[in-house]
Structures are given as C-alpha cells and as structure tokens.
C-alpha cells in the first residue's frame, strides 16, 4: 500500500491549490509545461491525494491508494456517460510520481452550483424532510424514513461552500436567480440523465446509487457545459450494497463512513461539537476504509484495481 497526502513538486506544473483532497497545478513556463499548453491550451493537471475529511476536518492518516480509487473510477463513469454529456478530460499522460492519480483537464468557467441528485432520502435530504416534509422545496410523500427511495429521483442543488464551511442546500429557484433560468434547466436536465444512466448501471452490479453530487462548467474553447471535477465516486456520492438496503436505519455504504462512525464513537474521545483536532484514525479503521473504496471501485467497474 502507498499512500499520498501532500502536494508533489512535479516537472512542467506549479501547484496552485489544495482543497480536502485535491491537488491543483497549472503548466509552468518550462519548456515541459510551455508543451502541455500547446497540445492542450487552458488545462489544469487534477491530482487526487489519500486526504479524507470528515466533518469539515482533514484526517490524519490518509487512506493508502484512495487518490487512485477516486481517479481511476471517474475516468471510467466518464467513458460511461460520453454519449451524455462531455467531460473536462483531455489526457491521462501525467508525471510519474501522481500516476494513476492525476488527469489533465480543460479549465472551466464553473457554474457556482453543488448539483445534487437523490434517489434516496438521507444525510442532509432526510434532516430537511424531518422539519418541512420536503427537501429544498420539494414537497415528499409523508411517512419517509432513513433510506427511503423516493418515487423519482429529485434534482436538489446546494451553494459551493468555502473550505471548511457547510454547503447549503438551496431551492431551483435560487439557482434560476444565480446562473439564469436556461441555464438551472439544462444543469438540472443533465444531472437528472446522469444519475439516471449511473442509478442503472449500478444496480446491475447489485449497488445502490442513493445520491451524488456532480459539478459542471462552460467550456471556453466549445461553449458546452461539461461535466467537471470527479464524478460517481464514494467521495462525491453514497453508493449501499443493494442486498444490504434495509429502509428506517443508516444503510452500510462504500466510503468513509467507518471514519465517521469511529470519529463518533467513545472510542475516538472527540467531541464534534468542539473545534478541536480530531484524533489519529487507527489502523484497523484505516484499513477497512480502504477495502471499501477498492471495493466500491471493483463492483462497479467488475474489474480490479490495478496499483
């Protein structure tokens, strides 16, 4: 296992930007990044490191090979959604230290729009159904409860958040009223056909897709809105084992939730209403994170992850 959580110095790219757990770089103006730019124009290189984060907190230590989980499977649900929508791709030739961990993309002008997609009711979608009955002003049938599927999958968008601050879920209309209302259509449209398509290749491979969160942008060279950041990963998304599904309880799920559970737990000591630091994840949380990651990767994908 390896395991990568802090920025490479990387021939031909200067670091620009690290969030929770990407890595941003830009071409420099050696003659290995002046060639970058002119294959490719405006691109940034996309590194995804072995930081995970858990209630607005970066963990220590990382989760070994979670960047190439988290690389690999975007690169393949974007092969699975081409005919759909385009993607920020342009190449997968990265230096060798971030291989398998980093793709070249075209730089988007972002819509500022966490879209959101739910075919399930829970996390913040089933905090907002117990107050109101409905979620950012979708009205849902009574009676719902923890893991519900809903009767058709809901587009529920939400405000990008500044790093370690909340996301907030927001109304169609406040979308309408940030980026026009062509624009909140086809944002809307395309995340509904992505989770579709995504929703049904999941569950022929016995995985649930309850929800994910999916980022677009306007190309500047085409003018399309394409699909950018990663997408359909455990990281952006809750996929559950299907024979697992049990509605009215937490579902077991394919991501970092062993890293919430113990960071909740007595175990840990850490009290998340405080600011303090959470502790060190142990091994034995680290690794079992990890196994559900490749997991997660394998299911879907029904090949190994080669590392």
Same mark, same amino acid.
């Given at each position: 296992?390896?395991?990568?959580?802090?920025?490479?110095?990387?021939?031909?790219?200067t670091h620009t930007y690290s969030g929770k757990v990407r890595d941003l770089y830009v071409p420099d103006e050696s003659p290995a990044g002046r060639a970058v730019t002119d294959e490719h124009g405006d691109v940034v290189l996309v590194?995804? +490191?072995?930081?995970?984060?858990?209630?607005?907190? %970066? $963990? +220590?230590?990382?989760?070994?090979?979670?960047?190439? %989980? $988290?690389?690999?499977?975007?690169?393949?649900?974007?092969e699975q959604l081409a005919d759909l929508v385009p993607n920020h791709v342009v190449s997968t030739d990265v230096p060798e230290a971030v291989a398998g961990r980093a793709m070249v993309c075209r730089r988007l002008d972002m819509f500022p729009v966490e879209c959101v997609v739910r075919g399930y009711l829970t996390g913040s979608g089933l905090a907002e159904y117990r107050v109101s009955g409905s979620v950012t002003g979708i009205e849902l049938p009574d009676g719902l409860v923890d893991g519900s599927r809903l009767p058709e999958a809901i587009f529920t968008p939400a405000t990008k958040a500044e790093l370690g601050e909340h996301d907030e879920n927001v109304p169609f209309s406040a979308v309408v009223d940030s980026v026009g209302a062509e624009s909140a259509e086809t944002l809307r449209s395309l995340t509904l056909?992505?989770?579709?398509?995504?929703?049904a290749i999941a569950r022929e491979r016995g995985v649930i897709l309850a929800d994910t969160k999916l980022e677009?942008?306007?190309d500047p060279v085409t003018g399309a809105v394409t699909l950018g950041d990663e997408v359909l990963t455990p990281d952006s998304s809750r996929f559950w084992p299907a024979d697992g599904w049990q509605p009215g309880r937490a579902q077991p799920s394919f991501d970092k939730q062993f890293v919430r559970d113990w960071l909740t737990s007595p175990a840990s000591g850490w009290d998340r209403a405080?600011?303090?630091?959470?502790?060190q994840l142990p091994d034995d949380v680290v690794d079992r994170t990890r196994a559900r990651y490749l997991e997660a990767y394998e299911r879907l994908t029904g090949t190994a992850l080669v590392i």
């Open positions: 296992m390896t395991s990568t959580t802090t920025s490479a110095v990387l021939p031909g790219w590194v995804a +490191s072995d930081r995970v984060s858990a209630y607005d907190h %970066v $963990l +220590s230590p990382g989760i070994p090979d979670k960047g190439v %989980v $988290l690389t690999q499977l975007s690169l393949w649900w974007f056909a992505v989770y579709a398509r995504a929703e677009f942008g306007t405080s600011d303090s630091t959470p502790p």
